[in-house]
Structure formats: structure tokens, C-alpha cells
């Protein structure tokens, strides 16, 4: 069910505090994580990895992509926020390249908004998802991002620095963070074919980021897997996907120290 104006506004408005005290990179321990990729709407996927972290005593990491496309986009953004509220720390919410201004209104979640509270009320969520941190590292050797490693960024830590409160993305290393995917047919970076500053990037740039930064593993969403998760360049990228609306099983990832297994969502 849909809250009332008055209380969407309120868990905005709590959210934002929360977030904007949150870096751009949240730094965490190691310890036993549910990672779980884009969701877009899909409120029974969200539930259902809550319930699994609830039963194993598990820290819960999402990786963007909660709005647009799926049927329940207002309640799964809504129910994630009220969760952050009360798991705090437990619980990270990282940004994905649907949350901003430009995507809501192309793939549906403006008008979703607009039909639920009025046009004007969309605003509040824009400033919301612009305090939303775009990375975390666990343990100093596992990234978790949306999209991928941006073509003009060496250090990891350099994501601290990125400016908060872009309604969409400006920062190039920004955008590509959210918006860049790997490639096993090329080596270094390509334009991708998503358009607007995205890149490809290849094994060789992946594991030159990787070996700078002493990382072990990088876990992202953003693409969809038949599978519901699939790895690349030597089992060192794993793409989770957590959508059922594509017609795939949604899958997450149980991460213990670098331990991985595959988690599904019924």
C-alpha cells in the first residue's frame, strides 16, 4: 500500500539526513554481507532478501536501480527507506544510474510520483537519491558499485571526493561509476553503446584498477544475467541482478571475507 503524502514526505526527509551524513565511498568490515543488485520496482525481491539477511544475522548492501520500470516502484523505494531507517549502518543503499532526475523521467518514475502525490512532489525524491553514496569497499578488498570502473580514476578513494547533491551525475568518473560496464572483447576502454559518456572498459583496465587499489573482487548490478548473476575476468567481477520483471530468476550474493555464494529470491 501506498503511504499518504504526509508520510512519504516524513521518511524523505529522515532518508536524506541519514544519507547525507554517509560518504561517497562507505567504507565497512569485513564480515557476513547479502549483496543484491538491481531491483526496479520489484517489492518481492526487496522483501525477500530482507527476510533472508533478518534469518542469517546478515549485513544487506543494494546496489541502485530501486525505481523505474517494475510495477512497485513507489513501495520498494519506500519500504528500503524505512528499513535504512531502522537498520542504519546494516544496511547501505548504494546510487544507481536510476536514481536521477533525467532516467526518472524517461522510465517511469516521475509519473509514478506524479499520479501518487502530484509532479511536485517528485522534487523531494530527486534530492534524496542525490545524497545516495556511490560505492562501498568492504575490508579494503571488495568493491560494490553499480556500473564500473571509470576511465580517468586510479585510486578507489578518489569516490570520497565526488560532490554531493547532483540531481543527475556530472562528475565524469561520477557518471561512469554508475554507468560503465565490462567488456571481454576488448582490453582497455570504448565508447559503449548506452550513449552519454558511459564506458566499456576490458580485462586489462579492470585488473590495472584492481591491482592499484589491492582488490580482490568488484560486485555490480546494472546489467541484467540470464542467470540472475554471472562472473568476468577470471571469476573477479560478479554482476548480480535482482529484477524478476526481466523474466530471470533474481539473484543476490552471500558474501563471507571473500568467500561468495549465489543467494535466489523466490
Given at each position: 500500500?501506498?503511504?499518504?503524502?504526509?508520510?512519504?514526505?516524513?521518511?524523505?526527509?529522515?532518508?536524506?539526513?541519514?544519507?547525507?551524513?554517509?560518504?561517497?565511498?562507505?567504507?565497512?568490515?569485513?564480515?557476513?554481507?547479502?549483496?543484491?543488485?538491481?531491483?526496479?520496482?520489484?517489492?518481492?525481491?526487496?522483501?525477500?532478501?530482507?527476510?533472508?539477511?533478518?534469518?542469517?544475522?546478515?549485513?544487506?548492501?543494494?546496489?541502485?536501480?530501486?525505481?523505474?520500470?517494475?510495477?512497485?516502484?513507489?513501495?520498494?523505494?519506500?519500504?528500503?527507506?524505512?528499513?535504512?531507517?531502522?537498520?542504519?549502518?546494516?544496511?547501505?543503499?548504494?546510487?544507481?544510474?536510476?536514481?536521477?532526475?533525467?532516467?526518472?523521467?524517461?522510465?517511469?518514475?516521475?509519473?509514478?510520483?506524479?499520479?501518487?502525490?502530484?509532479?511536485?512532489?517528485?522534487?523531494?525524491?530527486?534530492?534524496?537519491?542525490?545524497?545516495?553514496?556511490?560505492?562501498?569497499?568492504?575490508?579494503?578488498?571488495?568493491?560494490?558499485?553499480?556500473?564500473?570502473?571509470?576511465?580517468?580514476?586510479?585510486?578507489?578513494?578518489?569516490?570520497?571526493?565526488?560532490?554531493?547533491?547532483?540531481?543527475?551525475?556530472?562528475?565524469?568518473r561520477a557518471l561512469q561509476l554508475l554507468w560503465?560496464?565490462?567488456?571481454?572483447?576488448?582490453?582497455?576502454?570504448?565508447?559503449?553503446?548506452?550513449?552519454?559518456?558511459?564506458?566499456?572498459?576490458?580485462?586489462?583496465?579492470?585488473?590495472r584498477f584492481m591491482a592499484r587499489n589491492g582488490?580482490?573482487?568488484?560486485?555490480?548490478?546494472?546489467?541484467?544475467?540470464?542467470?540472475?548473476?554471472?562472473?568476468?575476468?577470471?571469476?573477479?567481477?560478479?554482476?548480480?541482478?535482482?529484477?524478476?520483471?526481466?523474466?530471470?530468476?533474481?539473484?543476490?550474493?552471500?558474501?563471507?571475507?571473500?568467500?561468495?555464494?549465489?543467494?535466489?529470491?523466490?
Amino acid at each position: 500500500m501506498i503511504p499518504e503524502r504526509s508520510v512519504t514526505a516524513s521518511l524523505i526527509s529522515r532518508a536524506y539526513e541519514v544519507f547525507a551524513e554517509e560518504p561517497q565511498l562507505v567504507e565497512l568490515e569485513l564480515c557476513k554481507y547479502l549483496i543484491v543488485g538491481d531491483t526496479h520496482g520489484d517489492l518481492d525481491t526487496s522483501l525477500s532478501a530482507i527476510r533472508h539477511a533478518e534469518r542469517n544475522n546478515l549485513s544487506l548492501i543494494f546496489l541502485g536501480d530501486y525505481v523505474d520500470r517494475g510495477l512497485r516502484q513507489l513501495e520498494n523505494i519506500v519500504t528500503l527507506l524505512e528499513h535504512k531507517l531502522s537498520w542504519g549502518r546494516r544496511l547501505i543503499m548504494l546510487r544507481g544510474n536510476h536514481e536521477s532526475r533525467m532516467m526518472n523521467r524517461w522510465y517511469g518514475f516521475f509519473s509514478v510520483v506524479a499520479a501518487a502525490y502530484g509532479p511536485d512532489f517528485y522534487q523531494e525524491f530527486a534530492r534524496l537519491f542525490s545524497q545516495m553514496p556511490y560505492a562501498a569497499i568492504i575490508g579494503g578488498r571488495v568493491l560494490c558499485v553499480h556500473g564500473g570502473v571509470p576511465d580517468s580514476m586510479d585510486s578507489v578513494y578518489e569516490i570520497r571526493d565526488l560532490p554531493k547533491g547532483e540531481l543527475d551525475p556530472e562528475d565524469p568518473r561520477a557518471l561512469q561509476l554508475l554507468w560503465n560496464d565490462p567488456c571481454e572483447d576488448i582490453d582497455e576502454f570504448a565508447p559503449s553503446w548506452r550513449g552519454g559518456g558511459a564506458m566499456l572498459f576490458g580485462r586489462i583496465a579492470f585488473e590495472r584498477f584492481m591491482a592499484r587499489n589491492g582488490l580482490e573482487l568488484m560486485v555490480r548490478g546494472h546489467e541484467p544475467q540470464d542467470k540472475g548473476y554471472g562472473y568476468l575476468f577470471n571469476n573477479r567481477l560478479l554482476t548480480v541482478f535482482s529484477c524478476r520483471y526481466y523474466g530471470i530468476r533474481p539473484a543476490g550474493a552471500f558474501l563471507e571475507d571473500l568467500d561468495v555464494e549465489i543467494v535466489y529470491f523466490e
